[in-house]
């Protein structure tokens, strides 16, 4: 591997443990303080079942291959190696309510990790998964779901004294451009979301004659902010040049639009599935080489730090 290869995989594993750190900070936080108000269970549910199939995915890859499981090197590598289902499960249970039911949060988790092997294109002579799979999880879910909702955007500050509701939101938005100026390079993708959902909530007003406070009021909820930093911006299912990714975010706001337009409920997750779909499809059609075979092909070239698949 060259130094560049190994410069871009230690920076990607330093965003995932960052990662990894933030989402489990805030997650015992919003539990402890913030109001919360899925059980502890839920979080614990879904992070054994991330864990236990990420484990049971990696194994596969590993003997398909003949070699070693990278998980069994010692207890840094096993941390390596969870870290992408560890980020996952906590943002699953953090953002659907299923009331006191485990099996909504345990199958999305179950759908997100196994999504990652099998919903592959080859790129490069290599597979790569193209659907966001916190994303996609949540998406099927709710698809199946309709009992299972999002959880409430007052929950993340509910016990917060006022002041509080801006300081939460700000630290949320300083920190999540940190992460993604240093570690996944997509902030011009932020900028074309929110400049893409400023045009789609001003023609809903312009046509439709949509409040315009209304059609802006996600912005300013913390689900959005969240998702804005930490969902729309994983660098494993998005486009890293530049003109690419003002398109994919601008086409995630557009998408949003038309369902709002629809009715249909929960646009954020099912815009971000349909054009990571969509992008996915376009990639396959332009590099039609046929997949290698049907056995599971590890993902990632260099074990040791290459695990940034994303959450």
């Known amino acids: ?64 291959a003949g070699k070693r499981p990278y998980f069994l090197e010692g207890w840094k590598q096993l941390c390596n190696s969870l870290l992408p289902a560890h980020i996952t499960a906590l943002a699953v249970a953090m953002l659907l309510y299923s009331s006191d039911r485990l099996l909504p949060i345990m199958l999305a988790s179950a759908v997100a990790i196994v999504s990652k092997a099998t919903l592959r294109l080859s790129v490069g002579g290599r597979l790569r998964h193209f659907l966001n799979p916190s994303n996609f999880g949540i998406t099927v879910v709710l698809l199946l779901f309709p009992w299972v909702g999002i959880a409430p955007p007052y929950h993340f500050t509910e016990n917060l004294p006022p002041a509080g509701s801006v300081i939460l939101p700000s630290l949320i938005c300083i920190s999540g451009t940190l992460v993604n100026w240093r570690f996944t390079g997509r902030l011009p993708l932020i900028a074309a979301w929110w400049v893409g959902f400023l045009a789609q909530a001003a023609l809903r007003n312009m046509i439709f004659g949509t409040s315009l406070i209304s059609a802006l009021g996600p912005m300013t909820g913390v689900a959005f902010i969240l998702f804005s930093f930490y969902m729309i911006t994983d660098p494993a299912t998005t486009p890293f040049a530049r003109r690419s990714q003002i398109t994919f975010g601008l086409a995630v706001a557009a998408f949003y639009g038309l369902l709002v337009i629809l009715h249909v409920v929960f646009g954020f997750f099912f815009a971000l599935t349909l054009v990571s779909g969509m992008r996915g499809l376009a990639v396959y059609i332009r590099r039609p080489s046929p997949l290698p075979s049907p056995t599971m092909i590890p993902v990632h070239s260099t074990p040791a730090i290459s695990k940034a698949a994303s959450a």
């Not at 230690?10 to 443990?17: E, K, S, V």
């Not at 900070?25 to 879904?46: C, D, R």
């Open 1 to 64: 591997m060259n130094t560049t290869d190994s410069w871009g995989q230690a920076r990607r594993l330093g965003g995932l443990r960052r990662f990894a750190v933030a989402i489990t900070v805030f997650n015992i936080l919003g539990h402890t303080v913030f109001g919360f108000e899925q059980s502890w269970a839920q979080p614990i549910a879904s992070l054994a079942t991330a864990y236990v199939l990420e484990l049971l995915v990696e194994w596969i890859d590993a003997v398909s």
